[in-house]
């Protein structure tokens, strides 16, 4: 089985966490988590698909093992989280890639989607929305807040971030919860318990209506690109309906949808059956899926910038500036 490997980049002015598996020259596959997890939600996925593609798990800004800046120098909106994803596959050298979209990752891999079309190979939504009516009733208390953003509508948000939250996100829906690993929604409830994480998430939950904006733009990228598109879905999900992932059919006719018996996070209980699907789904899609091309960046004036990555093993401290670290073992 291949292992995974824990490292640190510089992109964008931050420290980005991530995990690596696969060989360096393999198709690779980004993987962007949702709220309010971070890349260890893919810890049983990546040895899975390992033997065959690149993948590589971020944490977000604000989440996991990334940066968390809360002196007001990095804006915590779905743009800010894209515009520095963007920055993270250019340090990286990441040409083209395919994206495993879930939750708060669909919007971030989206709207990379919608400034570089041609890097885009695949994606595969877990869970990740791009239709309005793929929202539940479950928003309904964030639609408030979007309507009046009144302090008594943002500490009513709190409620999402309680650890009794965390749990119920991971186990409602699962028809068996003793098949639930604890380990996951622990960690998530460690890392909402930081200072100045609470803020962080609810104005992530305060912009999420930005995404609905651009939902427009998502639909009519799927029609004009057509990427082979795969959705792996929990349909028990209490925010995300199955008619999410159905409404996909309608831009993208060719689009494989499947449904799984279980909740939001579907990797918990169906890991080897999602790897499966995914390993099915980009042999014989068109996807073509390239792993690393010589590419450059853009800087905020559109002026091409040479790439410098600086790359570090994950213990704190540990940065080689100028220098990629070694490929995972395979």
């Known amino acids: ?85 963007a920055r993270f596959t250019e340090a990286l050298q990441l040409g083209r890639f395919a994206m495993y979209i879930f939750d708060y990752g669909a919007p971030v891999g989206l709207r990379m989607a919608l400034q570089f079309p041609e890097r885009i190979t695949a994606i595969i939504s877990q869970n990740g929305n791009a239709y309005e009516e793929g929202l539940s009733d479950g928003w309904n208390p964030i639609r408030a807040y979007w309507a009046d953003a009144s302090q008594a509508n943002r500490k009513a948000l709190r409620a999402f971030l309680s650890p009794e939250t965390t749990i119920w996100q991971y186990t409602h829906g699962v028809p068996d919860t003793t098949s639930v690993s604890p380990d996951g929604f622990s960690l998530d409830n460690f890392y909402l318990a930081r200072p100045g994480a609470d803020d962080i998430q609810l104005d992530l939950l305060g912009d999420y209506q930005s995404n609905i904006a651009l939902y427009p733009d998502f639909q009519a990228y799927f029609r004009r690109h057509k990427p082979p598109f795969l959705a792996v879905w929990g349909r028990n999900d209490p925010f995300f309906l199955p008619a999410g992932a159905e409404a996909f059919r309608r831009d993208l006719p060719n689009a494989d949808v499947r449904f799984f018996d279980t909740g939001h996070f579907a990797l918990e209980t169906h890991c080897d059956e999602i790897a499966a699907a995914i390993g099915d789904f980009l042999a014989g899609s068109k996807a073509d899926p390239i792993g690393t091309d010589s590419i450059r960046s853009l800087d905020r004036a559109g002026a091409p910038a040479a790439v410098q990555p600086e790359v570090s093993d994950a213990r704190p401290g540990k940065r080689a500036a100028g220098r990629r670290a070694s490929a995972a073992d395979d």
């Open 1 to 85: 089985m291949t292992k995974t490997a824990y490292r640190r980049i510089i992109a964008g002015g931050l420290e980005i966490f991530y995990r690596e598996a696969g060989r360096a020259s393999a198709p690779a596959i980004l993987l962007l988590h949702g709220f309010p997890t971070a890349s260890h939600m893919f810890r049983d996925l990546m040895p899975r698909l390992g033997d065959r593609f690149r993948l590589i798990a971020p944490d977000l800004p604000g989440f996991g093992q990334t940066d968390m800046p809360t002196d007001g120098r990095f804006r915590y909106t779905f743009e800010s989280l894209a515009v520095t994803m």
